[in-house]
């Protein structure tokens, strides 16, 4: 089965609103590709205005972030039926930044993947090693083990559903890109591993990106990888190159 390409920018904690609106109309005519899904994951508070910049055209909007719970005292949070009613429809869950500087464990991050999927929302799940676990030749174990966990008590129609993306730590804001065949080494595995976990047709819908410096010059060799369906981009995102990436 074909599986549908996914390019999502993340657009980290960058853009005012008013830039976030402006950025959106710089890139209307260049992220135009009825191919594949073209996702904007903004900041909270860029959600509402780029989410109304965006009717009518072939983009999504996500979320980079959200708490478990419907509503309460969790001051400087935002829910998921927020989101949903706001117009989002992917959340990314588990960036290493959100793991790294905001202490999120793998308990929580299982927490929040089951949360999205009860809310309808469609969770981008990011995995991926420190420089140090590839340096030490332990990050495929590593990249198992966090799939595994974050996924415990997913079922199978909901992984069919799920993008996974691959983000190597030591190459995201750095500059350094892995090789397009070191990012096929790893999505591969992941594919083998939900097949291991759920099996051959779940892990043959399952799409999974590659993260980490993806941009106008590399998107092309990653993205011609059988097991690369798409990718989540971080600094080139937030620039025409973008479009460039759609439609690499
Ligand atoms: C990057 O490319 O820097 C990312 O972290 C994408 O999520």
């Not at 074909?2 to 830039?19: H, V």
């Not at 976030?20 to 005519?29: G, I, T």
């Not at 464990?105 to 991926?128: E, M, R, Y």
């Not at 590659?210 to 937030?238: C, F, R, T, V």
Request: negative net charge; proline residues 3%.
């Amino acid at each position: 089965m074909a599986r549908r390409r996914i390019i999502a920018g993340n657009w980290k904690m960058n853009k005012t609103p008013s830039e976030a609106v402006a950025l959106c109309e710089e890139l209307k005519d260049l992220v135009k590709n009825d191919d594949v899904d073209v996702v904007y994951c903004v900041p909270a508070i860029d959600i509402v205005p780029v989410v109304n910049a965006v009717k009518g055209t072939n983009v999504h909007v996500g979320a980079e972030n959200f708490y478990i719970v419907d509503s309460g005292a969790f001051t400087g949070e935002i829910s998921a039926p927020m989101l949903k009613d706001a117009g989002v429809e992917y959340i990314i869950i588990g960036h290493s930044e959100r793991r790294d500087i905001f202490g999120e464990n793998d308990i929580l991050i299982n927490q929040k993947v089951k949360k999205a999927f009860a809310s309808g929302l469609t969770p981008i799940l990011c995995c991926g090693e420190s420089l140090a676990l590839r340096k030490a030749d332990t990050y495929k174990e590593w990249i198992e083990r966090q799939i595994t966990w974050d996924l415990d008590g997913v079922t199978a129609d909901q992984v069919k559903k799920l993008v996974i993306a691959y983000e190597p730590i030591w190459a995201i804001g750095t500059g350094e890109t892995a090789t397009a065949d070191q990012a096929e080494e790893v999505c591969k595995l992941i594919r083998e591993l939900i097949a291991k976990l759920y099996d051959q047709a779940t892990a043959d819908e399952v799409r999974i990106q590659y993260g980490g410096s993806m941009n106008a010059g590399n998107a092309a060799e990653l993205l011609s990888k059988p097991n690369i369906d798409g990718g989540l981009i971080g600094g080139a995102s937030l620039k025409a190159d973008f479009g460039k990436i759609v439609n690499a």
